[in-house]
Antibody, heavy 121, light 107 residues
């Protein structure tokens, strides 16, 4: 069974940093691309970032480009999102998500439970 | 960037009704389109990918069609457990944009 467990969220002041982690199990992690998707309270889904199977390709939403960095450690079956210069509008539930494919042109087929990030002074 | 527009933003239908949700891409995306269901307070769930391929375990009353810029999600006979918000997402290349969502309720 695919399991994706996020950690590292919490309350942070504007301008500060936070690093999210996602522990993956139940599948061959380095065979698939991975993504971060977020959902602000009461709002729709927003794709944040994706990374292909071997980290050769990384993409970002314009809203986070230059502030967020996605990475993965295939030896530890882990996905990360380093979030810098956080803004109030980054407040959301952040989901770790698995792709059906090894590249970034594949649909998401599994989601974690999400981790809440609140940016507020 | 390609924009994804869903309509309607909400709908109310009776149990047993046929429900259709539309998703329009601002440029052609071939069939690189997925549909997700998100029940209140729950994690999104993949229903369909490649515009019309049913994900394993998803009831056959869900179907999808379309290619290029216009896509539809159809629920052939609405059930109480289908109350949810439905999202389309394009994945042909980044950004993997979602539509704004369609909230489905029971009348």
């Amino acid at each position: 069974e695919v399991q994706l467990v996020e950690s590292g969220g919490g309350l942070v002041q504007p301008g500060r940093s936070l690093r999210l982690s996602c522990a993956a199990s139940g599948f061959t992690f380095d065979d698939y691309a991975m993504h971060w998707v977020r959902q602000a309270p009461g709002k729709g889904l927003e794709w944040v970032s994706g990374i292909n199977w071997n980290s050769a390709r990384k993409d970002y939403a314009d809203s986070v480009k230059g502030r967020f960095t996605i990475s993965r450690d295939n030896a530890k079956n882990s996905l990360f999102l380093q979030m810098n210069i956080l803004r109030a509008e980054d407040t959301a539930l952040y989901y770790c998500a698995k792709s059906r494919e090894f590249g970034l042109t594949g649909p998401i087929d599994h989601w974690g439970q999400g981790i809440l990030v609140t940016v507020s002074s | 960037d390609i924009q994804m527009t869903q309509s309607p933003s909400s709908l109310s239908a009776s149990v047993g009704d046929r429900v259709t949700i539309t998703c329009r891409a601002s440029q052609g995306i071939s069939d690189y389109l997925a549909w997700f269901q998100q029940k209140p307070g729950k994690v999104p769930k993949l229903l369909l990918y490649a515009a019309s391929s049913l994900q394993s375990g998803v009831p056959s009353r869900f179907s999808g069609s379309g290619s290029g810029t216009d896509f539809t999600l159809t629920i052939s006979s609405l059930q109480p457990e289908d109350v949810a918000t439905y999202y389309c997402q394009k994945y042909i290349y980044a950004p993997l944009t979602f539509g704004g969502g369609t909230k489905v309720e029971i009348k």
